[in-house]
């Protein structure tokens, strides 16, 4: 499995404090059959965060490092969660938004309580610019929880939706698992990811995931979900729907 949403990098953010940590989350996914993923370590998306990207390249540099030297088959690639806001187009426009794997996809998150016409903005302007856009969580978005339709206009305009585990195994409330649950079942979704921020709660483990989603929506459609599409995030490929199979 492929994972394109993980707070692993030690000490940046909210995610793993420190190495210890990070090499702990990096075995708990491994084991729980996670091959390689995206370091996306929170990222505000305005002009004045550009030199937290320094910060984020040292991070992953000494990251791969500690897992070559533990002995963990675990490919990370490069990446970060940016909270956009009506700035991050500026962003967008020179050229600056960090994406997964240094592509084209690029994770994008909000407020919880942002308006639908802020998001849609901010996520038209940015593929404007030549960027995919990755919307992290939406089911945990207020707009999104009273009106779930609205993801299937965002899927026909070429946008990625990527739901968290948690949501999906209650752990953020109803109304993001309803949410969530409504997205998936109605095939709007490419991607399910851990949003991963340590190795207690909110774990990189993804093995209950996969079975569950095999259990409520089919093989193919849990394959699509935790391999193929991330897999071709982290490249930069074009990504499939449950429409094509």
Avoid at 91 to 105: E, F, K, S, V
Avoid at 199 to 227: C, H, N, Q, W
Wanted: one cysteine or more.
């Amino acid at each position: 499995m492929t994972d394109i949403h993980c707070h692993i990098l030690p000490d940046i953010d909210d995610g793993a404090s420190d190495m210890g940590e990070s090499i702990k989350m990096a075995r708990m996914a491994y084991d729980s059959g996670v091959t390689e993923l995206a370091a996306t370590p929170h990222f505000f998306g305005e002009e004045e965060s550009l030199g937290l990207l320094a910060q984020i390249k040292e991070g992953l540099d000494s990251f791969r490092r500690a897992l070559s030297a533990e002995g963990i088959p675990l490919t990370v690639y490069s990446g970060a969660e940016i909270l956009c806001t009506e700035e991050t187009p500026v962003l967008a426009q020179m050229r600056c938004l960090p994406t997964i794997g240094d592509g084209r996809y690029a994770l994008c998150e909000f407020y919880f309580d942002e308006s639908v016409r802020t998001m849609e903005y901010v996520l038209g302007a940015i593929k404007r610019e030549g960027y995919i856009p990755v919307v992290a969580h939406p089911e945990r978005y207020e707009d999104i929880q009273r009106d779930p339709e609205i993801i299937g206009n965002w899927f026909e305009h070429g946008i990625i939706i990527q739901v968290n585990r948690g949501s999906l195994l209650g752990r953020f409330g109803q109304a993001s698992e309803e949410a969530a649950d409504y997205i998936l079942s109605h095939g709007l979704a490419h991607a399910i990811a851990s949003d991963a921020h340590s190795s207690r709660m909110r774990t990189p483990y993804l093995a209950d995931i996969k079975r569950y989603a095999v259990e409520s929506f089919g093989a193919d459609y849990a394959k699509i979900l935790l391999s193929e599409n991330p897999a071709r995030i982290l490249r930069g490929k074009r990504v499939v729907s449950p429409y094509e199979l």
